[in-house]
């Protein structure tokens, strides 16, 4: 669970650009010997397989693709607070 994501900036793998729903974080209890790709990085993306330290920051959606004013656009450049919690997944 990463809760100190800023909102509006996303995880993404740095090999495909998959998003967040793609990596998996090896958490501290995970074992090495589980790892069956590159042991010592932390991440590891669904899509291609490829495991990494960090994955890249990148603003939720695809830059520049909302419409100015549209509810996208809005809930792009929404407060977290202006949102009920829930509504993130
Ligand atoms: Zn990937």
Not at 62 to 88: I, K, M, N, V
Request: one cysteine or more; a negative charge; hydrophobic letters at 20%.
């Amino acid at each position: 669970m990463s809760e100190d994501a800023e909102f509006g900036v996303t995880d993404a793998c740095p090999f495909c650009d998959a998003g967040p729903e793609a990596l998996y974080r090896r958490g501290p209890g995970f074992s090495k010997s589980q790892r069956s790709v590159d042991p010592d990085k932390d991440w590891y993306c669904r899509d291609c397989h490829q495991a990494f330290d960090d994955p890249t920051r990148r603003p939720r959606g695809h830059p520049g693709g909302f419409t100015e004013g549209s509810l996208a656009h809005q809930l792009d450049q929404a407060d977290p607070s202006d949102l009920t919690p829930g509504d993130q997944r």
